[in-house]
């Protein structure tokens, strides 16, 4: 199985008059947005499940892929990692599944399927972690086989 997360890309400040489920993408959100999903899109398996959270950021994120997701409210605001994971069916999927979501969840998953502990690990605005599931001699890993983000495809 691969699990990809991705982060959404810079959105707007939030705050009073503005809650984080209805901030957009700035301007350089969407360059950043575009960027990775040119790199992204064909490198991802077919018939990738894809799954966003219901704010604007994660959905304006995942649509320029121009492929079709789910809006999956499990990976919200408030999500933890049993609920990413839960949602991904990892590692049991049989497929690919890139969930397009929020810090500092990703972060979190990211530093339990490495480190076998949650810790508050940095994923940057934009950025891409790409995992993969395996069995070696007996024993199954995950394997990091990517960490991408939009400054460094410039």
């Given at each position: 199985?691969d699990?990809?997360?991705?982060?959404?890309?810079?959105?707007?400040?939030?705050g009073?008059?503005?809650?984080?489920?209805?901030?957009?993408?700035?301007?350089?959100?969407?360059?950043?947005?575009?960027?990775?999903?040119?790199?992204?899109?064909?490198?991802?398996?077919?018939?990738?499940?894809?799954?966003?959270?219901?704010?604007?950021?994660?959905?304006?994120?995942?649509?320029?892929?121009?492929l079709p997701?789910?809006?999956?409210?499990k990976?919200?605001?408030?999500?933890?990692?049993?609920?990413?994971?839960a949602?991904?069916?990892?590692?049991e999927?049989?497929?690919?599944?890139?969930l397009?979501?929020?810090?500092p969840?990703?972060?979190r998953?990211?530093?339990?399927l490495?480190?076998?502990?949650e810790?508050d690990?940095?994923?940057k605005?934009?950025?891409?972690?790409?995992?993969?599931r395996?069995?070696?001699?007996?024993?199954?890993?995950t394997?990091?086989r990517?960490?991408?983000?939009?400054?460094?495809?410039?």
């Open positions: 199985m699990l990809i997360l991705w982060r959404h890309a810079e959105a707007e400040e939030g009073v008059n503005l809650p984080d489920a209805k901030r957009r993408l700035t301007a350089r959100g969407d360059k950043q947005a575009h960027e990775m999903a040119k790199w992204l899109k064909p490198r991802l398996p077919k018939k990738t499940r894809i799954l966003v959270s219901p704010a604007s950021s994660t959905q304006q994120t995942a649509h320029v892929l121009a997701f789910e809006v999956e409210p990976i919200g605001f408030g999500a933890d990692t049993a609920d990413l994971i949602a991904a069916s990892w590692p999927h049989s497929g690919a599944v890139l397009v979501g929020h810090q969840t990703l972060g998953l990211a530093a339990l490495l480190a076998g502990s810790a690990w940095s994923v605005k934009g950025a891409v972690w790409w995992f993969s395996r069995s070696r001699e007996g024993r199954d890993q394997v990091l990517a960490v991408m983000n939009p400054e460094m495809l410039r």
